[in-house]
């Protein structure tokens, strides 16, 4: 495990401190960059769009110490969107892009000259594999904490009951993390849980590794 682990567990105690505000979404990114860090999550914007936890993590970065450097990584719960804006009725479209503010996090990545990142779970919806990023000139730094990755997963597994929700007409995810609170599927519980068991919790089989 690196320090990174780290930060992408304090990116994912951030996002469940803000677990039930109304904005927040369902992903958590920390840009790190020479000893400083933001952390920031998805927001639902006034207008309906949903600014990427990527995107917000650069702004509040930029707002707070400038331009982040060349040396600057990027992580995120969630592997970055690479997929063009669109509307399509697809699962992927209606996750990555039908509503999402601007380009691709991928894209913006590149255009601000951060070219490393992390996650916790690889996004199928825009990605094959890791190459997916490295076709592209990222370098991919391994995350391997299984509190990390078990909360990032339940992350990304509740992203099709949300966009349920939304083809129904709700807004934002509020009513869905109520409905998730305390089960099994709570992606906040599974890391809190997790958190309090510390070290001594288990990885599954096939979760291998050192
Ligand atoms: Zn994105």
């Known amino acids: 495990m690196s320090i990174y682990d780290d930060y992408l567990k304090k990116a994912l105690r951030h996002l469940?401190?803000?677990w039930m505000d109304e904005r927040v979404g369902l992903v958590a990114?920390?840009?790190?960059?020479?000893?400083?860090?933001?952390?920031?999550?998805?927001?639902?914007n006034p207008d309906g769009t949903w600014k990427h936890a990527e995107r917000n993590a650069l702004e509040q970065f930029e707002a707070t110490y400038g331009k982040p450097g060349p040396s600057a990584v990027m992580l995120s719960t969630l592997s970055p969107c690479v997929r063009a804006a669109g509307s399509g009725d697809a699962y992927g479209d209606q996750k990555n892009a039908a509503r999402r503010q601007d380009e691709s996090c991928s894209a913006l990545l590149k255009q601000h000259g951060i070219t490393t990142i992390g996650f916790g779970t690889l996004d199928n919806e825009d990605a094959r594999d890791n190459s997916s990023y490295t076709d592209l000139g990222f370098n991919v730094i391994d995350i391997r904490d299984r509190i990390v990755l078990a909360a990032c997963k339940a992350l990304n597994d509740t992203f099709p009951a949300y966009i349920e929700a939304e083809a129904r007409g709700e807004t934002g995810c509020v009513a869905l993390k109520?409905?998730?609170l305390g089960s099994l599927l709570c992606p906040k519980t599974i890391f809190e849980r997790g958190a309090d068991c510390g070290a001594s919790i288990k990885g599954s089989p096939e979760s291998g590794g050192v």
Do not use: P
Not at 29 to 44: C, E, M
């Open 16 to 18: 469940f401190d803000h």
């Open 29 to 44: 990114a920390a840009l790190i960059d020479s000893g400083k860090d933001v952390y920031a999550t998805s927001v639902l």
């Open 178 to 180: 109520e409905q998730l």
